[in-house]
């Protein structure tokens, strides 16, 4: 068999470059990728083509392709990872440690809104407080009248009252002290290094003379506070948080005679075995010695309270006092003659 004639096979490698160059040479490469090009963009911007894109998002095949190419689980996990990364942490602390962060976290701190919010939350909870402490003295003022008078065998009272018994007036006191007690603290340790230059003493403390004359200038500016609170709005800050508040003839108006002997017949109620002050228990109409003596009376007044959701308020007639309520959350009136 004849071997093939080496000379008639065609190289392709060199004839195609020089076809290449030969297309190069007369442009004619050029001009076929600029019809390639512009058939392509021709198609992509027919309408045949837009319909059929807009077909395929509207039935939601884009998105059924776009969800089955996305692996839900492998997402999750690798976001999982790139938020517990170290790059994170690091990333993290850097924002935080940052001029703008900072500056951001003065300006919310600083906000009104941030400082209303705080300031309700904080007045809820003092007012949640101050209405089950009033609802719970005023049911063991009642309590402690009953065994009084069981105590000695003798009939209550069965007419209900509107004056404040002895349980709310001595929690609204002790209120009180609790304040002027804190205040006086904080004044005396302002000035624990001048009164003992002051008044002399040895190393341990002050003399006694002068103990005694600093706890009578306590005393009276206690009762000073005292009388000035009943004169001003017949009320210490004691009595408003329960909801109680003095009267003198039907008025709220106190005036500062009234308050002043009120205040200086307390000594006197207390001294001889607090029996000026228990006679709160057996008074049909809750009087103290220090009430008979300055002609004034306490009575529950929800309506000054700080809490009070459904303010009431109280009329005076002549001979007698009635109360008026809307929508009042009290556990029940107290409305009764006046007639002595």
């Not at 400082?115 to 003092?126: D, E, K, T, Y």
């Not at 039907?250 to 075995?273: D, H, Q, T």
């Amino acid at each position: 068999m004849a071997e093939p004639n080496a000379g008639s096979l065609e190289e392709p490698g060199p004839r195609g470059s020089v076809a290449s160059r030969l297309a190069g040479v007369t442009g004619l490469e050029r001009a076929i990728a600029n019809v390639v090009e512009e058939t392509i963009v021709r198609t992509v911007e027919s309408d045949a083509v837009v319909q059929a894109i807009e077909r395929i998002v509207e039935d939601g095949r884009l998105q059924t392709a776009v969800e089955r190419s996305i692996d839900q689980e492998k997402l999750e996990e690798a976001i999982r990872r790139a938020i517990d990364s170290d790059v994170a942490d690091r990333i993290w602390d850097e924002i935080l440690a940052s001029d703008k962060a900072q500056k951001l976290v003065e300006r919310v701190a600083e906000a009104p809104e941030v400082r209303v919010a705080i300031a309700q939350q904080g007045f809820s909870l003092i007012s949640d407080i101050g209405r089950q402490v009033s609802r719970i003295t005023e049911a063991m003022d009642d309590a402690a009248e009953r065994l009084a008078h069981a105590l000695i065998r003798s009939k209550g009272h069965e007419e209900e009252t509107n004056q404040a018994g002895l349980i709310t007036r001595g929690a609204a006191f002790a209120i009180d002290v609790g304040l002027l007690t804190g205040f006086i603290s904080i004044a005396s340790g302002l000035f624990a290094s001048i009164i003992p230059t002051i008044f002399g003493g040895d190393g341990d403390g002050i003399s006694t003379g002068a103990f005694a004359l600093l706890s009578t200038l306590g005393l009276l500016f206690g009762g000073s506070v005292f009388v000035t609170f009943w004169t001003l709005i017949g009320q210490t800050p004691g009595m408003r948080f329960l909801g109680i508040r003095l009267q003198a003839g039907g008025s709220n108006e106190i005036g500062f005679k009234r308050s002043l002997i009120r205040a200086l017949a307390i000594p006197l109620a207390v001294i001889p075995f607090g029996l000026g002050i228990l006679a709160i228990l057996y008074s049909p109409r809750r009087h103290a010695l220090q009430d008979y003596l300055a002609g004034t009376e306490v009575i529950y007044d929800e309506s000054s309270a700080p809490w009070s959701l459904s303010p009431r308020e109280w009329v005076h007639q002549e001979g007698e006092t009635t109360e008026v309520t809307e929508g009042r959350d009290r556990p029940r009136a107290r409305v009764r003659s006046r007639d002595r």
